[in-house]
């Protein structure tokens, strides 16, 4: 089993040491609580890189690159140029405001009509990079591991 050996160091069963500054895990495992979901740090690089998980404002376990149980990284389907680029507008509007944006908020950053950004939203969710809560506004919060996201230009 995987084990929080310091407040910001964790330990794989692999043998891997994730290690991070207390306030990013302090603020990852508040973030995980406020919006409701799981939050994640990344440590290593390349074949070694391993998802620090936190959920409801606690750590919760360390995806492993090595483990047999695949996470459903492999198998997820890249985000295309522009799907990217909406992924990584939602994330950076997330980080800044401490909520996701709305349709409208997409609306005005991508010029684009509200169809094709409601299409969009559709479409991101059928493919796993987002999820939402029907009904409810500013609830779409970004699958895709931060560090997978293209930079917003
Ligand atoms: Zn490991």
Known sequence: ??????????????????????????????RSRDLASK?????????????????TGKWLTILCP????KPPAKSRERCSG???RYLAFI?????LHGVAPAESDLQSFFKTSPPTIHQMVLTLERKGFIAR?????RSLRVLVPADELPPLR
Request: aromatic share 10%.
């Open 91 to 95: 994330h950076q509007y997330t980080q």
């Open 66 to 69: 090595n483990s047999t149980k």
């Open 39 to 55: 939050q994640w740090l990344v440590s290593g690089e390349g074949l070694a890189k391993h998802l620090v998980m936190f959920e």
């Open 1 to 30: 089993m995987p084990k929080e050996i310091l407040p910001a160091t964790y330990a794989c069963d692999c043998g891997f040491v994730a290690q991070f500054t207390e306030d990013e895990v302090k603020e990852t495992k508040a």
């Open 133 to 137: 809560t029907p009904g409810q506004a």
């Open 82 to 84: 522009l799907q990217g």
